[in-house]
C-alpha cells in the first residue's frame, strides 16, 4: 500500500467536521436536494449492502456543490418501529435508549465512510419535537374526514400482541407468521384508526405521469392502486328488503351469470346469511382468515367457497341465482362479483369444483370450456349478436331504465390501517370520553410516557393501556382515556424529507411547518431533486409519503404536487455466495472491516464501479483489491510526476475524460464514470514527463466525489491550500473534441465498395467531390447514371445508380 488511509480518513473526517464542510448554503439559484431513504437504526448497524445508495447520493451531491449548486444533502433515522419494541420486551430496556445507542452507532459508521451530509439537519422520527408535526397532520386528516375509526379485518399476531402489516408477515407451509419471530398470524376483526388513503387514488395515479421514476415503480403503483372501470349492479335478495351491490367489468354475461360470489371478508356477510348456514359459514369463514392475501390471491391453488342459503334475483332474467362465499376474493377487491364461468379463469374454476352448470354468453366458435376472446353473443336476448362493446352499452342502458345499475369506477387500493398495538410509535392524539365522543388533542406532542419496563396487555390492547397515569384524562370534570394504539412506522417516513428542510441546525426543534419561513423554505428546496433507496419501498412507502404530500398540497401546506422528482431505486449487494446477505446465512459484511482494512475510499469506488446502480450484484473481494491498487497508482503518479504548464499534451484525452465523466455522472452511470478515470490515467501513464498541472489538479476534483479522502491528501500534496470541496468542476472545450480525420462509408445501391478518410466537417458539396475522385468510386460510376446521391454527414455516402 502506498500510503496509510487510516491516517488520512481520520485527519480529513476531522478536518470536514471542524470546518463545517458540507453546511447547506442558501446563497444561490439553482438548488439540488439530494436525499437517501434514511435508515432504521438497527443494533446489527450497517453491512456493505447500504454504502452503496449513500455512495451514490453522495458522489452527486459532491459533484454538485463544485458545479456551483446550492445542495441540501441530509441524513436522519427512522426510529420509530417493532424491533426496537421486542428488544425492550425481552429485556425491560427503555426502546428510546436503546434506540438512541444504534443511532450513535450508524452515525459513526456513516462518518467513517466519509458522507458530506449537513448532520446539523439531522432528524430523529421518536424524537417529541418531530413526532408533534406527525400528529399535527393527523389532526388534520382526521378534521377534513380522512381518518377514520371502524371495525377492520387486520393481521393479529397474539403473540407480538399487535397489528402486523401485510410486509411485516410471511408465508411459511401455507401459513401467516409473523416476520419478526415466525408466530402465527390470523385474520381479526378490531376497531382501528384509518386513513382514507382511497380520497386520492386518482390523483395518486395522475402523478405519477410526470415524474422521473424507473418506468417499472411507475406500474407497482399503478398496479397497487388498481383502478377499474365497471358497472355496479343491484341485485335484490329473494324474500327480503335487502339487496348485493355487484361490480362487473362485464355486464354484458349478465343473462348467463349461475351464481352470486362474495368475499369472505364481505361486511355483510351475516346480515344477508340464512340462520341455518351460520355454523358452516363460520367455520368457513375462519379457515379463510389463516391465510394470507397473497395465498387467496394466487391463481394457481384450488379454489374454495360455500353456499349462504339465499338467493338474487337477476335483474335482466327475474331468474333466482344463488349466493356463495369464496375465499378467492379480498376485501378490497370487488366484494361481491357476478360469476361468469364460460369467460372467467376463476369463476370456471369454481364452477367446475362445485359441479355448477352454465352457459356462453359469447359463441366460443369451438369446442372450449371457457372463452375470453369476443365476439357475437348469444342466450342473450336482449343483445344476441352483438359484441363486447355494443352489448354492455345495450345492458348498461337497460339497467340504468330500470335503476339496477350504473357506471362505476373501483380500486384494488384499499384504505390505509393506521393503529399498532405497540409502545414504541408516535401516540395517536386523540381522547376517547366517557360519553362515548372522541376529540383531538388540544396540547400537542403528546408525549409517550418514561418508562424502563413495557409488558404487553392482556386485552389485545397497546401496552400504552397499562400506564394509568398518562392514559386518563379529565377536563372540565369531563373525564376521558388516551388512544392507546399507535400510529405505524410509515408515519414518521411520509415527510421526513419536510422534516429535514423545517430542522433548526443544531437544535431539537424544528419550524412550524404553517409558518411563513417554513413556505419560504420550502419553496427553496421542494421537490426532492433526486432520491435514492431500495426497492423493497417502492410501493407502500412512497405511496405513503405522496398520499400525505398530495394533502398538504391541498392545504397549501408545500408548493409542488409530488414530493420526489427523480427515482432511482439501487440493486442490492448479494454475499459472495450470490445469496441476499443475511446472519442467518453467515455471508454479512461488516464495512468496518472492510474500512480498516481498504479504506473508505476503496469501499467507496468499488461498489460504484461494481456495475449500474440499479443491478444487484455479488461481493467480490478480489474486486475490491483491484480498487485499492487503482487508487494506489494514481497517489504514485502524483507523488512521483513533475507536472508541467503547457497544456499542448492530453488536449484531446483530458477533454474527452472531462465531457465524458460529467455526462454520465449527471445521467447516474457511475461505474461508467469510473471506467473513464481509469482510462485517462492509462493515457496519464503513458505521457509521465509531460502531464499538464492543470488536467492533473482537475482529475484530482473529479476523483474525488468518489474517493475524498485521498483526493483531498493529494489535493495538499500538490501545494493546495484551500478546501477541495469548495473548488470548481471543470469544463471541456469541445474543439479539442473533433477529429480532424474522419472516414466515410462508401455504398452503390446500398451494397458497401469501400471507406474512404477525409477532413473533417467540410461541405457536403467538398465531401462528395472528394469521394468522387477516389479510384475506386471512379472505376464504380463509370458508364452509370445517378439516380440519387443519399448522404450522412460525416458518416456515409450511398450512390443510387443504374
Not at 351460520?278 to 384450488?302: A, G, W, Y
Request: some cysteine; overall charge positive; proline content about 5%.
Amino acid at each position: 500500500m502506498e500510503f496509510s488511509h487510516k491516517a488520512i480518513e481520520k485527519k480529513w473526517q476531522k478536518y470536514w467536521e471542524k470546518n463545517n464542510s458540507f453546511k447547506t448554503n442558501e446563497s444561490k439559484k439553482n438548488k439540488m436536494y439530494i436525499l437517501d431513504m434514511f435508515p432504521y437504526p438497527s443494533g446489527s448497524g450497517l453491512h456493505v449492502g447500504h454504502p452503496k445508495g449513500y455512495t451514490a447520493t453522495d458522489v452527486i451531491a459532491r459533484m454538485k456543490r463544485l458545479e456551483g449548486f446550492d445542495v441540501f444533502h441530509p441524513i436522519g433515522f427512522d426510529s420509530f418501529g417493532l424491533p426496537a419494541e421486542q428488544y425492550a420486551l425481552k429485556t425491560g430496556n427503555n426502546p428510546e435508549i436503546f434506540t438512541l445507542k444504534n443511532i450513535d452507532n450508524f452515525r459513526k459508521q456513516l462518518k467513517s465512510l466519509g458522507f458530506s451530509f449537513d448532520y446539523s439537519k439531522e432528524i430523529i422520527t421518536s424524537q417529541p419535537y418531530y413526532y408533534k408535526t406527525t400528529q399535527w397532520i393527523f389532526s388534520e386528516l382526521y378534521k377534513k374526514g380522512l381518518a377514520e375509526l371502524k371495525d377492520t379485518n387486520v393481521n393479529w399476531c397474539e403473540e407480538l400482541g399487535t397489528v402486523l402489516s401485510n410486509e411485516e408477515t410471511l408465508v411459511i407451509d401455507g401459513m401467516m407468521v409473523s416476520e419478526r419471530g415466525n408466530y402465527p398470524v390470523i385474520k381479526k376483526p378490531m376497531k382501528q384508526w384509518t386513513l382514507k388513503i382511497t380520497k386520492y387514488a386518482e390523483k395518486l395515479l395522475e402523478g405519477l405521469k410526470e415524474l422521473d421514476w424507473p418506468q417499472s415503480i411507475k406500474d407497482l403503483q399503478t398496479n397497487w392502486i388498481g383502478k377499474t372501470s365497471g358497472v355496479e349492479v343491484i341485485f335484490d335478495v329473494q324474500d327480503s328488503n335487502k339487496k348485493i351491490k355487484v361490480f362487473t367489468t362485464r355486464v354484458d354475461c349478465i343473462y348467463v351469470v349461475p351464481y352470486l360470489v362474495l368475499s369472505a371478508d364481505h361486511p355483510l356477510v351475516f346480515e344477508l346469511i340464512d340462520k341455518l348456514y351460520i355454523d358452516k359459514v363460520q367455520k368457513f369463514i375462519q379457515e379463510t382468515k389463516k391465510n394470507s392475501d397473497l395465498i387467496r390471491k394466487d391463481k394457481s391453488r384450488p379454489k374454495k367457497g360455500v353456499f349462504i342459503g339465499i338467493y338474487a334475483i337477476n335483474p335482466i332474467t327475474k331468474e333466482k341465482i344463488p349466493v356463495w362465499l369464496v375465499d378467492y376474493i379480498l376485501d378490497f377487491d370487488m366484494a361481491a362479483q357476478m360469476a361468469i364461468p364460460a369467460h372467467d379463469k376463476l369463476d370456471y374454476m369454481f364452477a367446475n369444483k362445485y359441479k355448477i352448470n352454465y352457459k356462453f354468453a359469447i359463441n366460443p366458435k369451438k369446442e372450449t370450456k371457457h372463452y375470453i376472446l369476443d365476439g357475437p353473443h348469444i342466450n342473450s336476448p336482449l343483445i344476441n349478436g352483438l359484441n363486447i362493446e355494443q352489448a354492455t352499452k345495450k345492458i348498461l342502458s337497460e339497467l340504468k331504465k330500470i335503476k339496477k345499475g350504473e357506471n362505476k369506477v373501483c380500486y384494488k387500493l384499499k384504505d390505509w390501517l393506521f393503529s399498532r398495538q405497540r409502545f414504541w410509535g408516535e401516540p395517536i392524539p386523540i381522547i376517547h370520553w366517557e360519553d362515548g365522543k372522541i376529540s383531538l388533542e388540544e396540547n400537542l406532542p403528546v408525549i409517550l410516557p418514561k418508562t424502563d419496563k413495557i409488558q404487553l396487555s392482556k386485552n389485545g390492547q397497546s401496552p400504552l393501556s397499562n400506564f394509568e397515569d398518562w392514559l386518563y384524562v379529565e377536563k372540565n370534570g369531563r373525564k376521558g382515556l388516551r388512544e392507546t394504539n399507535t400510529m405505524p412506522q410509515w408515519a414518521g417516513s411520509c415527510w421526513y424529507y419536510l422534516g429535514f428542510i423545517l430542522k433548526i441546525p443544531g437544535q431539537d426543534k424544528l419550524i412550524e411547518l404553517t409558518s411563513p419561513e417554513a413556505k419560504e423554505k420550502l419553496n427553496k428546496w421542494l421537490p426532492v431533486d433526486l432520491y435514492i433507496g431500495g426497492q423493497e419501498h417502492a410501493v407502500l412507502h412512497l405511496l405513503y409519503a405522496r398520499f400525505w404530500h398530495l394533502f398538504l398540497y391541498d392545504l397549501g401546506v408545500v408548493p409542488v404536487k409530488e414530493p420526489f422528482q427523480k427515482l432511482i431505486n439501487q440493486g442490492m449487494i448479494l454475499g459472495s455466495d450470490g445469496v441476499k446477505m443475511s446472519k442467518s446465512k453467515g455471508n454479512v459484511i461488516n464495512p468496518n472491516d472492510i474500512i480498516n482494512s481498504h479504506g473508505a475510499d476503496s469501499l467507496r469506488l468499488y461498489e460504484m464501479f461494481l456495475g449500474p446502480i440499479e443491478s444487484s450484484l455479488p461481493w467480490k473481494p478480489s474486486g475490491l483489491d483491484a480498487m485499492r491498487k487503482w487508487i494506489d497508482r494514481v497517489y504514485r503518479l502524483i507523488k512521483n510526476t513533475k507536472f508541467v504548464k503547457d497544456e499542448d499534451n492530453l488536449k484531446k484525452e483530458y477533454n474527452y475524460f472531462v465531457m465524458n465523466v460529467t455526462k454520465q455522472l449527471n445521467e447516474q452511470k457511475f461505474n461508467l464514470a469510473v471506467s473513464t478515470m481509469m482510462v485517462f490515467i492509462n493515457e496519464c501513464y503513458k505521457k509521465n514527463d509531460s502531464i499538464p498541472s492543470s488536467y492533473i489538479q482537475n482529475f484530482i476534483i473529479v476523483m474525488s466525489v468518489f474517493t475524498p479522502h485521498i483526493c483531498s491528501e493529494m489535493w495538499e500534496f500538490l501545494g493546495n491550500h484551500n478546501d477541495l470541496t469548495n473548488e470548481v468542476w471543470p469544463k471541456y472545450d469541445q474543439s479539442f473534441l473533433i477529429e480532424e480525420k474522419i472516414k466515410i462509408i462508401v455504398q452503390f445501391n446500398g451494397k458497401l465498395k469501400t471507406v474512404i478518410e477525409i477532413n473533417n466537417n467540410i461541405s457536403k458539396e467538398e465531401m462528395l467531390l472528394l469521394i468522387k475522385k477516389d479510384l475506386i468510386v471512379e472505376n464504380n460510376l463509370k458508364n452509370k447514371t445517378i439516380i440519387k446521391e443519399i448522404v450522412v454527414p460525416n458518416k456515409l455516402v450511398n450512390f443510387v445508380v443504374k
